[in-house]
Every structure is written in structure tokens, then in C-alpha cells.
């Protein structure tokens, strides 16, 4: 199975970081995020990678180059029309070969097991999607999941503050099927100009009877926020949660 990890963004909301680097090449603790990923993504047995590139590509290519040095392979693709997640996802369907794929933002980080969960949960369980959730105060910077027992019901989309019923957001980690692929193809841009992920799930659950089976995850790591990165960086304790 190959793991897609989307990277591309110009990362407005962490400027000024932002003006140097890549959002997932903001350094902490001494390293790059998008290395503490891609070791979190390897170490659950996952050593195909492609990662969708776009602003400031050359930080993330000549870092990483073809992967040897972490033990695995990786292939760039460049998302030149910054149209969204399911745009971003688009542009790789020719290069995923097998019926299923891992994916996940440059941005955030979760600890290794929910890596591992997601996995094994496809593995044992037959699922055609996998999401995660983390737990949340209030979801309104990214998206609610609602859920019946272990399966997302509905997903919306950065819910006005207070508005939503649900305290579970949406981590950025998924299994899919190429399924998502067509489903993609079909929807407009919305208002924000952007092909929405999260509307292809939604359509999925609610047109295609999609089962998106659901992990829960209590630490989620958003590297899009920018107090989040800098409280992170001054603390090291979250190392030790990330790795347990």
C-alpha cells in the first residue's frame, strides 16, 4: 500500500515560519515534522511513499531525495493548482497501482500507534476506509466527525464556533479505496474554490453507502496552528506520548 502525504500549501497561517520554510519542514526539536511522519508512517510497515509537493518543493526534495537514508521509497508529485485536498489527491491517482491507499496531511502528527491502528484495523477487519478523529473542546478550525459506534455518520466541514454537536475532529489520516477517486471527479469546487475531501466523504456515506470505519485518537499534533507549534516546541514531553 503506498502512503500519500499532501504538502504542497503555502502554509498562510504560520507566518512568519512560513516566509523560510515549508509548513512541513518547520523545524522542531531538531528535525524537520514531515521526517517525525514519515518515521511514524514507516515504523507501521509502510515503505511507499508519494509526497505531493508544491510551494518551496526544493526544501522537502533535497532533504529527503529518494528516501534511502529512512528505508524507503518516495516519489514526488507537483500539485501546481492549489485546488484543495481532493485536488491534491487527484493528481495521484495514475500513480496508485493497488485497490487501496494510506493518506495524510504534511501538518499534522498523531503518535505512531494510530499509524500502526489504522493499519491493522484494514488489515484484520476488511475496511475500505479508515479515518481518525481526535478528540477537541470544539472542532470549528477543521472538521466535525459525527459517528454511530465505530463508523463516521457525516463530516463537516469547519463548523461555526460552538455550532457543532460533535467534539471530534478530523485528524487528516485515512485509508481509502480508489473509489474516492471517482467520487472526486464529480464534485465542483466550492465557494472557497477548492475540491473539498471532506465532500467526497460525505457524498460516499450518503449516495455510495460507504462504511468509514472510525479510530478515536486523544493527541493530535497541528502544525497549521501556529500556537500549537510553538507551545510544542517548547516542550519535549510530547516526544515520549508520540512514540508510546
Known amino acids: 500500500m503506498k502512503a500519500i502525504i499532501l504538502c504542497a500549501g503555502f502554509g ?16 522542531i526539536h531538531g528535525k524537520p515534522l514531515l521526517e517525525y511522519i514519515l518515521s ?11 509526497i505531493v509537493v508544491g510551494y518551496r518543493k526544493d526544501q522537502i526534495i533535497d532533504y529527503f531525495q529518494e528516501g534511502d537514508k529512512w528505508g524507503i521509497n518516495i516519489d514526488y508529485i507537483e500539485q501546481k493548482d492549489l485546488n484543495g485536498t481532493g485536488g491534491a489527491l487527484l493528481i495521484c491517482e495514475d500513480l496508485i497501482k493497488n485497490d487501496h491507499f494510506f493518506l495524510t496531511w504534511g501538518d499534522i502528527l498523531v503518535q505512531y500507534k494510530v499509524y500502526k491502528e489504522v493499519i491493522d484495523i484494514f488489515n484484520t477487519e476488511s475496511q475500505n476506509f479508515v479515518l481518525v478523529a481526535n478528540e477537541t473542546e470544539d ?8 459517528h454511530e459506534n465505530d463508523y463516521c455518520t457525516n463530516i463537516i466541514e469547519k463548523p461555526p464556533l460552538g455550532k457543532s454537536r ?3 475532529n478530523n485528524s487528516g489520516v485515512f485509508v481509502f479505496s480508489q473509489d474516492i477517486f471517482q467520487v472526486l471527479k464529480m464534485l465542483k469546487p466550492s465557494k472557497r474554490g477548492e475540491i473539498e475531501l471532506v465532500e467526497a466523504i460525505n457524498y460516499g456515506i450518503q449516495y455510495k453507502k460507504w462504511k468509514i470505519r472510525m479510530i478515536k485518537t486523544k493527541f493530535r499534533g497541528d502544525f497549521g496552528n501556529i500556537a500549537v507549534y510553538e507551545q510544542l516546541s517548547k516542550e519535549k514531553n510530547w516526544l515520549d506520548i508520540l512514540l508510546t
Do not use: C, E, W
Not at 511514524?40 to 508519494?50: H, Q, R, V
Not at 472542532?139 to 459525527?146: E, F, L, T
Open 12 to 27: 498562510k497561517r504560520m507566518k512568519p515560519y512560513t516566509n523560510t520554510y515549508q509548513k512541513s519542514m518547520i523545524p
Open 40 to 50: 511514524g508512517i514507516s515504523s507501521a510497515g509502510l515503505k511507499d511513499f508519494i
Open 166 to 168: 460533535s467534539n471530534l
Open 139 to 146: 472542532p470549528y478550525r477543521g472538521a466535525a466527525v459525527y
